[in-house]
């Protein structure tokens, strides 16, 4: 099946800096892809549509200076967290939208990154 | 505003009996329903999905029903197995849109 990966699978970093995530469409190619927060004991909180060649689109209460959204490739999106807080401290997960062979959609998920702020 | 809530944060099942998942939404728009499965420190994997003309799909273990008129669908296992034990989404999307995700909720297989 469709398979999408994320690096890295784990970060530390100390408040202020910034760090990126990449996800990647290893064996499709994937126009658009999704970036999700999950904060514990809730649900998958969509971030922002990534559509390659264009500006990513933010949902309501995201701050896009703060989470900088790239889709560069038909493969490749990538999320960097700037200036990191230890409140930004969370599993972010990516997917991308695939075309089923019903003609309908799903989403491949990536394994997630875990972000850890001190 | 969650359009798509999954009641129960948890459930316990013996293992060989039945799993049953709910899930309710409150958008008529929604035409394709999705369940992903979880487990700790990994991405959701799709399990099983059903369209909006349908009531129930099939897929060796895994069962959906979809109740339209109640807005309820409902993930059936049967029987259920400790590698069950996962958190369990489900999602909807009415198609070209983003998609919807309940809370989840977790399930154990007990031995």
């Known amino acids: 099946g469709a398979v999408v990966s994320q690096h890295p699978s784990r970060v530390i970093c100390k408040s202020g800096t910034s760090v990126k995530i990449e996800c990647r469409s290893l064996d499709f190619q994937a126009t658009t892809m999704f970036w999700y927060r999950q904060f514990p004991k809730q649900s998958l909180m969509l971030m922002a549509t990534?559509?390659?060649?264009?500006?990513?689109?933010?949902e309501q209460g995201v701050e896009k200076d703060k989470f900088l959204i790239n889709h560069a490739s038909l493969t490749l999106s990538t999320l960097t967290v700037t200036s990191a807080h230890p409140e930004d401290s969370s599993f972010y997960i990516c997917?991308?939208?695939?075309?089923?062979?019903?003609?309908?959609?799903?989403?491949?998920f990536g394994p997630g990154t875990r972000l850890l702020v001190l | 505003d969650q359009q798509v809530k999954q009641n129960s944060p948890s459930l316990s099942v013996q293992e060989g009996r039945i799993s049953i998942l709910n899930c309710d939404y409150t958008n008529s728009m929604f035409d394709y329903f999705l369940w992903y499965k979880k487990y700790p420190a990994e991405g959701p994997t799709f399990l099983i999905s059903?369209?909006?003309?349908?009531d129930k799909n099939e897929d060796g273990r895994f069962t959906v029903f979809l109740n339209k008129s109640a807005k309820h669908l409902s993930l059936h296992i049967v029987p259920s197995q400790p590698g069950d034990s996962a958190v369990y989404f489900c999602?909807?999307?009415?198609?070209?849109?983003?998609?919807?995700f309940g809370t989840g909720t977790s399930l154990t297989v007990i031995p």
């Open positions: 997917s991308a939208r695939y075309n089923l062979a019903s003609g309908k959609e799903t989403q491949y």
């Open positions: 990534s559509n390659e060649g264009s500006k990513a689109t933010y």
């Open positions: 999602a909807a999307t009415f198609t070209g849109n983003q998609f919807y």
């Open positions: 059903i369209s909006s003309i349908k």
